[in-house]
């Protein structure tokens, strides 16, 4: 019963992310294809409203739920790191037509196919934190 907020923030998301269209596979093949501008729109939307969201975090010294306080280590500005990090989430985006997120919600709205691009999701995720003791940071 004490996680309902987060059950009801991710219906939440998945709502605004379907009627957005940023679960549509073709919106995604159009980004990718510099076809329509829709997308690029929404993820601009997302930066900023993600760099309002830190600068009041740091600003009123917000909390997390348990009271813990939010901490932003500075990072070490490794381009090749960002490029190659970068360039391995877009193929992986373009050749499944979503992103994490929409992964899910694509899920919930009964693209079962999308549960595969999940399960290899999951695999990742597994072997970055298997290998992340050996990749530069």
């Known amino acids: 019963m004490k996680f309902i907020k987060f059950l009801i923030a991710g219906i939440i998301f998945g709502i605004v992310m379907a009627k957005s269209e940023a679960i549509s596979w073709y919106r995604i093949q159009e980004m990718f294809r510099f076809q ?9 939307v997302a930066v900023v409203l993600g760099v309002i969201g830190v600068w009041l975090i740091k600003k009123y010294n917000i909390r997390d739920y348990h009271g813990n306080p939010i901490v932003f280590y500075p990072k070490d500005k490794s381009i090749p790191r960002y490029l190659i990090g970068g360039t391995i989430f ?17 899920i919930g709205y009964g693209f079962f196919a999308m549960a595969i691009v999940f399960l290899f ?7 970055y934190g298997v290998l992340k003791n050996y990749l530069p940071h």
């Open 36 to 44: 329509a501008f829709h997308m690029y729109g929404i993820i601009g």
């Open 90 to 106: 877009g193929v992986g985006w373009a050749l499944s037509g979503a992103c994490p997120g929409p992964m899910v919600v694509n």
């Open 121 to 127: 999701a999951i695999v990742g995720t597994y072997l």
